[in-house]
């Protein structure tokens, strides 16, 4: 199944008694990038959280957030000791230098390493398997938004194939025709300027044959055949594996014939049939950069 690279998932956990957020954000990349925004606290579980991802998504650009629940009130370490430390050097100091005025309460707030906000304790084998279970299951529903957006990339694939394969299937009936009226006009041209010389009529025949033949598409428009073929069958690979880079090296082959077509036309309504697959041809390659 086609899966994307884009995708949004989120989920509340608890760990150790917290409460928590997780979300998941993947956008395209040629590898798997990943980046965690969390509680410091929890960076001790970086590597476990990023290994449980990448096991699910493979591929693409990750950042993973976790957000405790603001509405619960933190734990507050106060250091009573180092505050009355500070009260007695300050009445120390107002008596020595003889300072007017009282010791405020926010004067006592400002002073350093009073207060501190006890961080949870996330160190046990429990934590632990509630962070990989819930990097889990934030991480299914990221792949499950994959595939459903994979789903809709693979329509809008499909039908631009086939627009290309109808306008190729035009070019090529023009092209037989055009192939015929070059190779006749060509041949006349030639016997006109060599009216005064001994060469012989098939020599010319030959010689127009071989300069009409440039302008002959049969070939491309045949590997743009198998190339179609060979986009499909990885389009509808059943197996589950990334197909992402397969594809965009096919679209760059079928890129590459409708170039040679392009450049070999020289009837205006095969040109602008040609820019068409062009056109179609880069939508399925900026597609395609999405798809894992």
């Keep these: 199944m086609l899966e994307s690279m884009t995708a949004y998932g989120t989920l509340d956990f608890e760990l150790s008694g917290h409460k928590y957020t997780m979300e998941i954000r993947s956008v395209n990349h040629r590898f798997f990038e990943f980046k965690l925004r969390a509680p410091s606290y ?46 007695k050097s300050l009445n120390e100091a107002q008596k020595k230098f003889k300072l007017e005025g009282k010791i405020e309460l926010a004067d006592i707030m400002k002073l350093p390493n009073i207060f501190a906000t006890k961080e949870p304790d996330v160190v046990s084998e429990i934590a632990e398997k509630e962070i990989v279970a819930s990097a889990e299951n934030c991480a299914d529903l990221v792949k499950e938004m994959q595939k459903k957006e994979g789903g809709k990339l693979r329509t809008a694939m499909e039908q631009h194939l086939i627009n290309i394969e109808k306008n190729t299937n035009e070019i090529e009936k023009k092209s037989h025709d055009l192939f015929n009226i070059s190779f006749n006009k060509i041949k006349e041209r030639l016997k006109e300027l060599l009216a005064d010389s001994n060469i012989p ?40 594996e990334p197909v992402g880079k397969k594809l965009d090296f096919i679209v760059q082959e079928i890129n590459r014939e409708i170039n040679t077509i392009a450049s070999k036309a020289e009837d205006t309504n095969v040109v602008y049939t040609a820019v068409e697959n062009k056109t179609l041809t880069e939508k399925i390659r900026e597609q395609v950069q999405n798809v894992k």
């Design 42 to 87: 929890l960076y001790k579980f970086e590597s476990l959280i990023r290994d449980t991802i990448k096991s699910r998504l493979q591929r693409g650009s990750v950042e993973c957030y976790v957000k405790s629940d603001k509405t619960s009130s933190p734990d507050i370490d106060v250091d009573y000791e180092l505050m009355g430390e500070y009260i």
């Design 201 to 240: 009529t098939e020599r010319i025949t030959a010689e127009a044959g071989l300069m009409a033949e440039r302008l002959d598409i049969s070939e491309e428009v045949e590997r743009l055949a198998s190339h179609f073929g060979q986009f499909r069958e990885t389009l509808n690979n059943k197996h589950g």
